[in-house]
């Protein structure tokens, strides 16, 4: 009869102080970690059934975690989950809730009362819309009228809540009685994702141009959770997603025109693939060559064109 080795519950005890603590998020949002499993040993004990018993001997655990993380070889990310709980306004959850790769369970207000809080804005802090990126922002409003912009978000809130719990107190059906809330209104939901998808929505939602309310709650999961949960997993992460960088063919063909110092060449692979208008033109906004020449600056290059 085949024997087993005898096996125990991985825990982090950095994890465990802080289970069913909340964080706060935004002025009345928060996080928390309810429950979870696996740690970074389960990541390498997954990878070395795939690898084989030799492994250990090549790799030292930090390695392997990296290794794979380096090559994008994420099942055996997905050997470890977490549940948290979570406050956060209705417009920022609308974004949340479209990384479908997690289970969820969100607060009803068919059911229940909805939430008696809605996120604030401080007379400075209305973001002005960028005139570059349809979806982003890009600076703040002025004192004046941010103050006024603020007063006036009060007096919604107030409003509407009002209207809220008048329509409740006359026997309206709470399904129907919500639906003039604004979608500053909290909810909170129960949510449990894997570590490779989590990850990918912390990429995604720590980038620089998320929406700041999202953003603030993928900062908190990140530096103050996933960094305590799987330290070796996170390492890896910032090093190679968060601080790296991904470079195109065409990218790499302009970098090493560059490194020769051949801008010329640089030049015409750009005019080539239409990142710039042949010589002489005016230079307008492109996307794509606003990213290289980020990557560029970032490099240490100075931009020839």
């Known amino acids: 009869m085949q024997e087993f080795e ?172 919500r639906k003039d809330l604004p979608l500053a209104t909290y909810t909170e939901a129960y949510w449990k994702i894997d570590l490779h998808n989590l990850l990918h929505f912390l990429y995604l939602r720590m980038e620089a141009h998320a929406q700041y309310e999202i953003r603030a709650y993928a900062d908190v999961i990140g530096n103050e959770i996933v960094r305590r949960w799987c330290p070796v997993a996170w390492e890896a992460f910032e090093d190679y997603r968060i601080h790296g960088m991904e470079l195109t063919k065409l990218e790499q063909d302009v970098i090493a025109a560059l490194a020769h110092d051949d801008a010329d060449r640089a030049i015409d692979l750009l005019i080539a693939d239409e990142l710039l208008p042949p010589r002489g033109e005016e230079i307008k906004s492109n996307m794509e060559r606003d990213e290289l020449e980020v990557k560029l600056r970032k490099l240490g290059y100075k931009i020839p064109w």
Not at 43 to 48: D, L
């Open 6 to 177: 005898h096996l125990e519950r991985p825990n982090v005890p950095e994890l465990d102080k802080i289970l069913g603590e909340p964080f706060k998020v935004l002025d009345d949002g928060f996080v928390r970690v309810v429950d979870y499993m696996g740690t970074d040993s389960s990541i390498v004990q997954a990878a070395r059934v795939s690898y084989g018993k030799g492994t250990k001997k090549v790799r030292q655990d930090r390695g392997l975690i990296r290794y794979l993380l380096r090559h994008h070889h994420t099942t055996p990310l997905e050997m470890c989950e977490i549940k948290l709980h979570v406050r956060v306004p209705m417009d920022a959850w609308r974004q949340w809730i479209r990384h479908r790769t997690a289970n969820v369970n969100e607060y009803s207000t068919r059911y229940s009362l909805a939430i008696d809080a809605a996120q604030t804005t401080l007379p400075g802090e209305w973001r002005i819309q960028a005139t570059s990126n349809r979806q982003g922002s890009d600076g703040y409003a002025g004192t004046d009228q941010g103050a006024h912009f603020s007063r006036q978000e009060t007096e919604l809130h107030d409003l509407a809540r009002r209207t809220y719990k008048e329509r409740i107190a006359a026997g309206v059906a709470r399904e129907q009685a």
